[in-house]
Nanobody
Framework: QVQLVESGGGLVQAGGSLRLSCAAS????????MAWFRQASGKEREFVAA????????YYADSVKGRFTVSRENAKKTVSLQMNSLKPEDTAVYYC???????????????WGQGTQVTVSS
């Protein structure tokens, strides 16, 4: 079992930056692929970024490529999402997710956090 807790969301102006963090419990964190998804109000949840168990491979949605960076620290059992050049369309609830083994862009993922709200004002 893995429990995930996100933090770092908030309100920011367009062009600003935020850093989301996801803290994981469990002894085998390093064997999990980790991902970030987001869901805007009235829209379906969408894939944002993912990182392999080693941190050596990263994947991004086209809409965030070049602006967002996903990373992980296995010793601390954390995964982060650095978000730069934020746009109003990035406004959403952001979720951290985990699955054993390799990254599968878009899912499915087995474990989910409760989400953290990111609001970008224009």
């Amino acid at each position: 079992q893995v429990q995930l807790v996100e933090s770092g969301g908030g309100l920011v102006q367009a062009g600003g930056s935020l850093r989301l963090s996801c803290a994981a419990s469990g002894r085998t964190f390093s064997s999990y692929a980790m991902a970030w998804f987001r869901q805007a109000s009235g829209k379906e949840r969408e894939f944002v970024a993912a990182v392999s168990w080693s941190g050596g491979e990263t994947y991004y949605a086209d809409s965030v490529k070049g602006r967002f960076t996903v990373s992980r620290e296995n010793a601390k059992k954390t995964v982060s999402l650095q978000m730069n050049s934020l746009k109003p369309e990035d406004t959403a609830v952001y979720y951290c997710a985990a699955k054993r083994g390799a990254v599968v862009v878009g899912g499915p993922y087995d474990y989910w956090g409760q989400g953290t709200q990111v609001t970008v004002s224009s």
